[in-house]
Nanobody
Framework: QVQLVESGGGLVQAGGSLRLSCTASGSIPKINTMGWYRQSPGKQREVVATTTSGISTNYADSVKGRFTISRDNAKNTVYLQMNSLKPEDTAVYYC??????????WGQGTQVTVSS
């Protein structure tokens, strides 16, 4: 059984910063992709950033240059440093762990609210 526990969401003013953390526990293969997705009301869930075992990273165009994804493989933890936050970054952020083409685990979500 794999579980993902997120932390770090909250309320911040535009231009501010937040850091999200997500720790995975359970039976986890060494090669995997961890990432962050977000979903705003009335919108589909969208990818924010992903990292594959620390080998490669990918970002949504909307967050490039502002957000940084990193991970500690020894702790099965992924982080998302969010700087220069904008009101349009407001969403529920979900941590993901993809272990195969057919299997992705999700965290419970953490709310990020950016006030203007």
């Amino acid at each position: 059984q794999v579980q993902l526990v997120e932390s770090g969401g909250g309320l911040v003013q535009a231009g501010g910063s937040l850091r999200l953390s997500c720790t995975a526990s359970g039976s986890i293969p060494k090669i995997n992709t961890m990432g962050w997705y977000r979903q705003s009301p009335g919108k589909q869930r969208e990818v924010v950033a992903t990292t594959t075992s620390g080998i490669s990273t990918n970002y949504a165009d909307s967050v490039k240059g502002r957000f940084t994804i990193s991970r500690d493989n020894a702790k099965n933890t992924v982080y998302l440093q969010m700087n220069s936050l904008k009101p349009e970054d407001t969403a529920v952020y979900y941590c993901s762990l993809r272990v195969s083409r057919e299997r992705t685990y999700w965290g419970q979500g953490t709310q990020v609210t950016v006030s203007s």
